[in-house]
């Protein structure tokens, strides 16, 4: 959608390798391609959002983890490129960590304005811009990203409170990932 309205963008993956294997990165490849994307980042964030699960209490909040921590990896991708905000797939409700409540939670980790073009669309309208795109046959399989999540995540939050977790598991700042241009 923002393709369409004239936007450069710049796309990051965070692969959960060496969890996986690299089929998730392959995947991103060929949207990027299908997408029109100049260029397609990847953080491997695996081995870092493997903590999460040994901490009782992060754990109830993995799904925000996860995307607080690409969202911190996009702002300094975003201090590279000179990008000026955030865009997201997100869609509002749809997963647990896109409740109103965890929305607020994620725009917290981020220093950029985030833009989030599918928020009011319902699940249908997204099958049907993907299938037109192109994406939809590409986008279809196991999702990885819940491979470590838990089975009740939490669907509301505190800012505050994630960022604790964040801070014990050893999340909140990590300059040693960087993340790679494909």
Avoid at 38 to 61: C, F, N, S, T
Avoid at 139 to 163: F, M, N
């Amino acid at each position: 959608m923002l393709l369409r309205q004239g936007v450069e963008l710049e796309a990051l993956h965070g692969s959960f390798e060496p969890v996986t294997d690299d089929a998730s990165v392959r995947k991103s490849i060929a949207l990027a391609r299908v997408l029109g994307l100049r260029r397609l980042w990847v953080a491997k964030i695996g081995e870092h959002l493997g903590r999460v699960p040994h901490d009782r209490e992060a754990h109830r909040y993995y799904f925000l983890l996860q995307k607080r921590l690409l969202y911190r990896l996009a702002d300094k991708l975003a201090d590279q490129v000179g990008a000026d905000l955030l865009a997201t797939g997100e869609n509002l409700a749809q997963v647990s960590s896109q409740t109103l409540s965890n929305l607020v939670t994620l725009e917290a980790a981020a220093r950029r304005p985030i833009v989030r073009p599918l928020l009011g669309l319902d699940k249908q309208d997204i099958l049907r811009l993907a299938k037109e795109w192109g994406t939809h046959d590409i986008s279809v399989g196991p999702e990885l990203c819940d491979l470590l999540g838990p089975r009740y995540p939490a669907t509301t939050s505190r800012p505050d409170a994630v960022a604790v977790a964040e801070e014990r598991i050893g999340l909140a700042d990590l300059p040693e990932l960087v993340c790679h241009t494909l």
